[in-house]
């Protein structure tokens, strides 16, 4: 296993530092942290100049793809991921996207991730040779709370996860993706470690 990170130019580390921790916990020794300019991509995790959206509730968050969203973020990281997975030669890529309790995002769908296997079937060196790379989505069509539940089963180091947009010394609790990640602790019966403002 070899676990990926990438800074993107994101507008905080808290998120790598986060996936340091989570790397570490499990004492995993190789780490592949690789940077990715994306701060000429319009969208308010990538450029300083476009404010977070701050929520009073879940039921604030609207339909529309919000400006969150870094366009075209996971078929870059995924091809990133492809091409680390032939180097090692892994036969799968693992990712934790949501299409449930998400903010809307387009490439966290599952017909997303359908339609990139069959783009690594045609474009890689091991889909052209018949052992293509599968995408693993594990949690896609769970709920926050289900997932919350099963990381407490598994004994998933949840305190040591990120979430937050805005990347504090707190998370701020106001933000679409902590106000989804408040809910699915809250839906699943726990409280979140993780510190807010």
């Given at each position: 296993m070899v676990p990926l990170?990438?800074?993107?130019?994101?507008?905080?580390?808290?998120?790598?530092?986060?996936?340091k921790a989570v790397v570490k916990h499990y004492g995993l020794t190789k780490h592949v942290v690789m940077d990715l300019n994306l701060t000429s991509f319009r969208s308010a995790l990538t450029r300083m100049d476009i404010a977070v959206p701050k929520r009073g509730s879940t039921a604030e968050i609207g339909d529309d793809i919000p400006i969150t969203y870094v366009?075209?973020?996971?078929?870059?990281?995924?091809?990133?991921?492809?091409?680390?997975?032939e180097s090692v030669d892994a036969d799968r890529i693992f990712i934790g996207a949501n299409a449930i309790?998400?903010?809307?995002?387009?490439d966290c769908r599952p017909e997303f991730f359908r339609a990139f296997e069959t783009?690594?079937?045609?474009?890689?060196?091991?889909g052209v040779e018949g052992s293509p790379i599968k995408i693993e989505h594990p949690i896609l069509s769970s709920t926050k709370a289900d997932i919350v539940r099963l990381g407490k089963k598994l004994k998933a180091p949840l305190a040591l996860t990120w979430s937050c947009y805005q990347g504090g010394e707190k998370a701020c609790g106001k933000c679409d993706s902590c106000l989804i990640r408040l809910k699915g602790f809250e839906d699943a019966g726990y409280k979140d470690e993780c510190q807010y403002e």
């Open positions: 990170t990438i800074r993107y130019g994101q507008r905080h580390v808290r998120e790598l530092d986060a996936a366009p075209a973020r996971n078929i870059i990281f995924l091809s990133i991921a492809a091409g680390l997975a309790d998400y903010s809307g995002y387009p783009v690594l079937n045609v474009g890689t060196k091991a």
